[in-house]
């Protein structure tokens, strides 16, 4: 079993940046796929990113493509959210959750329910 933990929220203004990370720990992350997720208050937890337990896979959601970056340091058993330009609408608490193997479809791993272990989140608030 793995134990995620997330860091790096907090508050910021419209246009900041922040860099979250996921620290794994319990077992090592090179064969976890990782997906960053995030829910705002009264919404359903959506997809943010996605990276493969390589990293030589990764995705955004559209509304964050050329905003945010997710990348994955297997040697220190963490995986990163750099978020730019952030936006109000950013505002979040923001998961990060993973598996073993891999997840090939689109469908498959911007889904909450293909993931095993989540973090306790970290919350973003970005004022306008």
């Known amino acids: 079993q793995v134990q995620l933990v997330e860091s790096g929220g907090g508050l910021v203004q419209a246009g900041d940046s922040l860099r979250l990370s996921c620290a794994a720990s319990?077992?090592?992350?090179?064969?976890?796929?990782v997906g960053w997720f995030r829910q705002a208050p009264g919404k359903e937890r959506e997809f943010v990113a996605y990276?493969?337990?390589?990293?030589?896979?990764?995705s955004h959601a559209d509304s964050q493509k050329g905003r945010f970056t997710i990348s994955k340091d297997n040697a220190k058993n963490t995986v990163y959210l750099q978020m730019n330009s952030l936006k109000p609408e950013d505002t979040a608490v923001y998961y990060c959750?993973?598996?073993?193997?891999?997840?090939?479809?689109?469908?498959?791993?911007?889904?909450?329910?293909?993931?095993?272990?989540w973090g306790q989140g970290t919350q973003v608030t970005v004022s306008s």
């Open positions: 990276i493969s337990w390589r990293g030589g896979t990764t």
């Open positions: 959750a993973g598996r073993q193997g891999y997840l090939a479809y689109y469908s498959d791993y911007s889904s909450p329910k293909s993931y095993d272990y």
């Open positions: 319990g077992r090592t992350f090179s064969t976890y796929a």
